[in-house]
């Protein structure tokens, strides 16, 4: 099983940048996709951003394509989400996943089973 941290949440204005980071450990990091998904008060957990095992493939949801970018440092067991141009309805607890299949994570976006996830980090976006 691998175990999956976030960090790098925090109270931004509108237009800022931020970048967060999900430090992986336990089993190869190379052997999951990883994915970043958000939740909002009051509303389900979306799915937000991909990226397949080597970092060849990536997939984004339309609400943030052209502003985040998902990457991944499979020497340093790290996925990140560069986030730009962060609006108000940004505003949500962001976490990371990991799942062995890019089906699962990427495709099907299948929140209730994904092999794992972190804690979460809470971004703010004040307008």
């Known amino acids: 099983q691998v175990q999956l941290v976030e960090s790098g949440g925090g109270l931004v204005q509108a237009g800022d940048s931020l970048r967060l980071s999900c430090v992986t450990s336990g089993r190869t990091v190379s052997s999951y996709c990883m994915g970043w998904f958000r939740q909002s008060p009051g509303k389900e957990r979306e799915f937000v951003a991909a990226?397949?095992?080597?970092?060849?493939?990536?997939v984004y949801a339309d609400s943030v394509l052209g502003r985040f970018t998902i990457s991944r440092d499979n020497a340093k067991n790290t996925a990140y989400l560069q986030m730009n141009s962060l609006k108000p309805e940004d505003t949500a607890v962001y976490y990371c996943?990991?799942?062995?299949?890019?089906?699962?994570?990427?495709?099907?976006?299948?929140?209730?089973?994904?092999?794992?996830w972190g804690q979460g980090t809470l971004v703010i976006v004040s307008s």
């Open positions: 990226i397949s095992w080597t970092g060849n493939s990536t």
């Open positions: 996943a990991a799942d062995r299949t890019w089906i699962s994570i990427a495709i099907r976006r299948d929140i209730g089973a994904l092999d794992a």
